[in-house]
């Protein structure tokens, strides 16, 4: 009960901050090398209660030793989570350089992947699961690439992303401000999705009759109840044809 009380008032103090809460602008351009030395430093691959919390529910459906393919994998901490979960053999495929050295010194597979150019998807090796987490709404066109990667999956293809109906984010906007999806720069988003637009969207793209919605993270207990006002996020899985 304690748990779930200290629980409540993190996730309450995290809403004020999303209501209220402008960052610092950040003009430079971003060096994604920079930023994992300069942020990340001896925390790199180590993970995040919501990263955790949001691999569990892509974990349930992975067999043990299955191949899985993380684009935009990052510094890798969910995916090394996921290996020493599930024994998987994975690839990763980032922008970063340093990133991906890491990933290396950890023994994984990398491949260096722009997603800025998805004639690159080509290269990309198939797998039982692909996995995309935290990097559609970075994409001004993530219906394009969908459609070039599903062809990289075997069995199914998981990705993650925001939830703006999130209710910090409608009271931020009642209060005459855009849902604060930002650190550094407000470009950082580009595409942005409720869980009725998530719904319409992957039945226009024809994948609703073969996906799984989850919400993860937001207040716990009511984000099962009405997951699309006190969810943060969502996990989806479509499967393969």
């Not at 996995?131 to 001004?140: G, K, T």
């Not at 994948?207 to 109840?225: A, M, T």
């Given at each position: 009960m304690l748990g779930l009380v200290n629980e409540f008032g993190f996730q309450a103090r995290h809403a004020l901050k999303l209501i209220f809460r402008y960052p610092k602008l950040n003009l430079d351009e971003v060096d994604y090398d920079a930023y994992w030395d300069s942020k990340r430093k001896d925390r790199m691959g180590q993970t995040s209660l919501f990263q955790r919390r949001r691999a569990d529910l892509v974990a349930a459906d992975l067999a043990e030793?299955?191949?899985v393919l993380d684009v935009g994998c990052g510094d890798g901490a969910v995916l090394l989570y996921l290996?020493?979960?599930k024994k998987l053999n994975a690839c990763a495929a980032d922008i970063s350089d340093r990133a991906l050295q890491f990933l290396e010194s950890k023994g994984v597979r990398t491949i260096r992947f722009d997603m800025n150019h998805a004639d690159a998807i080509a290269s990309l090796p198939v797998v039982d699961h692909v996995?995309?987490?935290?990097?559609?709404?970075?994409?001004?066109n993530p219906e394009a690439f969908l459609k070039r990667i599903e062809g990289k999956a075997k069995r199914s293809i998981f990705?993650?992303?925001?939830?703006?109906?999130?209710f910090a984010y409608r009271v931020r906007l009642l209060l005459g401000r855009t849902a604060m999806q930002w650190r550094s720069h407000p470009g950082e988003h580009v595409r942005f999705w409720t869980r009725k637009d998530l719904d319409?969207?992957?039945?226009?793209?024809?994948?609703?009759?073969?996906?799984?919605?989850?919400?993860?993270?937001?207040?716990?207990?009511?984000?099962?109840?009405?997951?699309?006002?006190?969810?943060?996020?969502?996990?989806?899985k479509i499967e393969a044809k």
């Open positions: 030793g299955a191949s290996i020493e979960k996995f995309l987490f935290e990097v559609l709404e970075h994409m001004p990705f993650s992303i925001p939830n703006t109906g999130y319409w969207w992957l039945r226009e793209l024809g994948y609703l009759d073969r996906s799984v919605v989850r919400v993860y993270e937001g207040f716990p207990i009511l984000n099962r109840i009405w997951g699309s006002l006190f969810g943060m996020g969502f996990v989806v």
